[in-house]
């Protein structure tokens, strides 16, 4: 099966910004909606935001204006910037498929830590 491999994660200080990656091999990032999570410890997997397979990018209110969400259809490659980072951003980011039907074997995800 294919699986996402995220990377860019690191710590960063509040107010600073990173730009993570994730890389998916197939067929099937060219036709669905692709997608950011992050876990955070104790919590449930939370959906941050997805992009379409057009590129029309789509955030959850509590990242919104803070994240960008963007991706290269050559490269198979979708991008998450992330900017004017807070301490609440920490977390391990992970990309997949939004639809649950078509979710791929979860990556090891990302770890983000954002200091005060």
């Known amino acids: 099966q294919v699986q996402p491999m995220e990377s860019g994660g690191g710590l960063v200080q509040a107010g600073g910004s990173l730009r993570l990656s994730c890389a998916v091999s197939g067929s099937i990032f060219n036709i669905r909606t692709m997608g950011w999570f992050r876990q955070t410890s104790g919590k449930q997997r939370e959906l941050v935001g997805g992009i379409t397979r057009d590129g029309v990018p789509n955030y959850e209110d509590f990242v919104k204006g803070r994240f960008t969400i963007s991706r290269d259809n050559a490269k198979k490659t979708m991008y998450l910037q992330i900017a004017n980072a807070k301490p609440e951003d920490t977390a391990v980011y992970y990309c997949?498929?939004?639809?649950?039907?078509?979710?791929?074997?979860w990556g090891q995800g990302t770890q983000v830590t954002v200091s005060s």
């Open positions: 997949n498929t939004v639809a649950p039907p078509l979710r791929m074997p």
